[in-house]
């Protein structure tokens, strides 16, 4: 069964340095989520890309956050620089479709600043 | 704005025994309503959806949910929990012009005694 792959799991930074997760989603989805999950909490959309194209970033703090699907497939998410309160877990999702298509998730990208 | 309720932060209840998780919403139009299962360490799995027609959903894993308009609830049933069950439940919902734009609950952590 195709899945959603993240990497890297786990990444320990300390604050003010750079980082960057990776999603490679379902073969042949479209659309593309990137989610933030702060301990205890449900999961935050960040962006959503269509294809090559952000659709929906309006929760991505810019100043510090980006994202890009350079080619409609996978996608990297960066932080830069990151701070303590970015500590959560980043999740990725795709859908065939936008809409009413069901996202799938990855297993995440467990992040710990300190 | 959409948001989502779920009251009880932990539940314990004894393997073969039934569950029932709450979960209320917020929103204005007829909405289109998800539960969400998390396994330690894991990404989300869909467990139901409800878009329309009838009330009561039938999902992956024995579990099923009945929407109550009435009640603005859409609370998760199982006649009989398996250990296997212990996780991180999420209710959530999505507008029905940008369904693909899901609001989550906290999420309810289900324990199951032996």
């Known amino acids: 069964e195709a899945e959603v792959a993240q990497s890297p799991r786990y990444k320990i930074t300390e604050k003010s340095q750079a980082v960057a997760f990776w999603c490679d989603p379902i073969?042949?989805?479209?659309?593309l989520y990137w989610y933030r999950q702060i301990l205890g909490q449900g999961p935050e959309l960040l962006v959503q890309f269509q294809d090559e194209s952000v659709v929906d970033d309006s929760q991505l703090p810019k100043d510090r956050f980006s994202a890009e699907r350079l080619k409609g497939v996978d996608s990297t998410l960066k932080i830069q620089p990151a701070e303590l309160g970015d500590s959560a877990m980043y999740l990725c999702?795709?859908?065939?479709?936008?809409?009413?298509?069901?996202?799938?998730f990855g297993p995440g990208t467990r992040l710990t600043v300190t | 704005a959409q948001s989502v309720t779920q009251p009880d932060i932990h539940i314990t209840v004894s393997e073969g025994a039934s569950l029932e998780l709450r979960c209320n919403y917020s929103y204005g139009a007829t909405p289109y309503l998800f539960w969400y299962v998390q396994s330690p360490g894991q990404g989300l799995q869909l467990l139901l959806k409800?878009?329309?027609?009838?009330?009561l959903v039938q999902g992956i894993k024995g579990f099923e949910a009945e929407f109550k308009r009435s009640q603005s609830s859409f609370n998760l049933r199982k006649p009989s929990v398996h250990w296997s069950d212990a996780a991180e439940y999420f209710c959530?919902?999505?507008?029905?012009?940008?369904?693909?734009?899901?609001?989550f609950g906290s999420g309810t952590r289900l324990s199951i005694r032996p």
């Open positions: 959530a919902v999505a507008s029905g012009s940008s369904a693909s734009k899901i609001i």
């Open positions: 073969s042949g989805h479209a659309t």
């Open positions: 409800y878009f329309s027609g009838d009330t």
């Open positions: 999702a795709s859908s065939a479709t936008s809409g009413t298509s069901e996202q799938y």
